[in-house]
Nanobody, 118 residues
Framework: VQLQASGGGLVQAGGSLRLSCTASGRTFIVAWFRQAPGKEREFVGAVAWTGVITRIGDSVKDRFAISRDDAKNMVYLQMNSLKPEDTALYYC???????????????WGQGTLVTVSS
């Protein structure tokens, strides 16, 4: 499975961005993680096949939403009410179950940078 994240950019605080993750093959679970400079990688959210089951990290709950379009092999991360502390490199990853630990995902895409200005 090959993954590619895209959609990052510079946005003002309070703005929105939608990240996309393209998968080359079938993926059961796709997750988003982020890593800010000098910090550990943090779980953002994950979605299961068909999109019925999702999980969002506590730090972004009520602002971020994750969805998928399996016909297009795409997973999206909709980020609203962005804050400067959301600035990070965002990665998508794939695995067999929804986990919050990054080492449990065997497949990773390259990151896409999100910068939120104050």
């Amino acid at each position: 499975v090959q993954l590619q994240a895209s959609g990052g950019g510079l946005v003002q605080a309070g703005g929105s961005l939608r990240l996309s993750c393209t998968a080359s093959g079938r993926t059961f679970i796709v997750a988003w993680f982020r890593q800010a400079p000098g910090k550990e990688r943090e779980f953002v959210g994950a979605v299961a096949w068909t999109g019925v089951i999702t999980r969002i990290g506590d730090s972004v709950k009520d602002r971020f939403a994750i969805s998928r379009d399996d016909a297009k092999n795409m997973v999206y991360l909709q980020m609203n009410s962005l804050k400067p502390e959301d600035t990070a490199l965002y990665y998508c990853a794939a695995g067999g179950s929804i986990e919050t630990e990054d080492f449990k995902y065997p497949f990773w895409g390259q990151g896409t940078l999100v910068t939120v200005s104050s």
